[in-house]
C-alpha cells in the first residue's frame, strides 16, 4: 500500500495514519473512498494511476480513507493481496465508495467484476472506474451493472456450449475422454501396496514413482482398505 503522503499537495495536511499505515482524511460526510490500483510488471509504476484517481477524487468530493496497490501480480492470478484487503475493508463497512482507473485494473475477467458488483451492490459501496466513465450510483452505471452481468452470461454459456462441442466431436473420432487408463500391472501395484502395508496414500503415490495421480492412488487404497476391514 502506498503512503499518500509521498504524493505532495495533492493530499491534505489534516491527514492521519491508522494502524495499516494507511493515510485517513476527517469524514465532513463525503463517501470513505478506497483507491485500488495494479501494475503488472516491477518495472511498471502505478503513477499515473495515482494522479488520476487523486484528481478525480478531488473534483468529486470523495473523501479517501485508503489506497491499495499490488505490483507484479497479474490480473488473472487469484491471490491478490491488496485486492483481498479492499474487499475485506468493504465488508467491514469501512469504505462506501471503490475508486478505480480500468475494469482490466480491478477484475480478472468478467465474471469477477460481475461478483465483485453484486457484492458492492448488496452492501451499498459505490463503483466507480474512471476511464470506463462508469459511476454504478448513476443511471448509466446501473445500466451497465445488467449488461455485464448479461455479458457474464453469455460468456459462461458459450464456454460451456465449446466444451460440449468439442467432447461430441472428440468421441466422434474415437478419442478417449477424461482421464488415461492405468496399467493393470500399476493398478495391482497399488492396489498389494494397500493391502499389505499401513503406507499413506502420499507414500504409496512416491512408491510408485509418482506414475498415476494422487487422487487415484486415493481412490484404489480406499477401495482395497474398505474391503479389508469389512467383516467375513
Keep these: 500500500m502506498r503512503n499518500l ?3 505532495g499537495d495533492s493530499v491534505s495536511t489534516s491527514e492521519k495514519e491508522d494502524i ?18 495494479r501494475v503488472s510488471t516491477p518495472d511498471q509504476k502505478p503513477d499515473l494511476q495515482y494522479d488520476g484517481l487523486l484528481g478525480y477524487a478531488d473534483r468529486a468530493g470523495l473523501v479517501i480513507v485508503g ?17 483481498n484487503a479492499l474487499m ?15 475494469f482490466d485494473r480491478f477484475a480478472r475477467s468478467t465474471r469477477h467484476l460481475l461478483t465483485a458488483l453484486e457484492e ?7 463503483f466507480i472506474s474512471v476511464q470506463d466513465q462508469i459511476d454504478t450510483a448513476s443511471p448509466m452505471g446501473k445500466a451497465m451493472f445488467t ?5 457474464a452470461e453469455l460468456e459462461s454459456s458459450l464456454i460451456s456450449e465449446r466444451v460440449s462441442a468439442g ?35 502420499r507414500q504409496i503415490h512416491r512408491k510408485i514413482d509418482e506414475k498415476a495421480s494422487r487422487g487415484r492412488v486415493g481412490e484404489i487404497v480406499k477401495r482395497i482398505r474398505s474391503l479389508r476391514r469389512s467383516p467375513v
Design 5 to 7: 503522503k509521498a504524493l
Design 88 to 102: 475485506a475493508s468493504v465488508r467491514n463497512r469501512e469504505v462506501d465508495c471503490v475508486l478505480v482507473w480500468k
Design 167 to 201: 467432447m461430441k466431436a472428440a468421441a466422434a473420432r474415437g478419442k478417449h475422454l477424461g482421464r488415461p487408463p492405468l496399467a493393470p500391472r500399476l493398478i495391482a501395484e497399488i492396489e498389494t501396496l494397500a493391502a499389505s502395508t499401513d503406507l499413506s496414500v
Design 67 to 83: 489506497d491499495y496497490c499490488d505490483i507484479a501480480v497479474s490480473g488473472r492470478r487469484e491471490g491478490r493481496p491488496q485486492l
Design 147 to 151: 449488461i455485464i452481468g448479461a455479458m
Design 120 to 126: 458492492f451492490d448488496h452492501l451499498g459501496v459505490r
Design 20 to 37: 495499516y499505515g494507511r493515510y485517513k482524511r476527517q469524514n465532513h460526510g463525503q463517501s470513505r473512498t478506497a483507491l485500488y490500483l
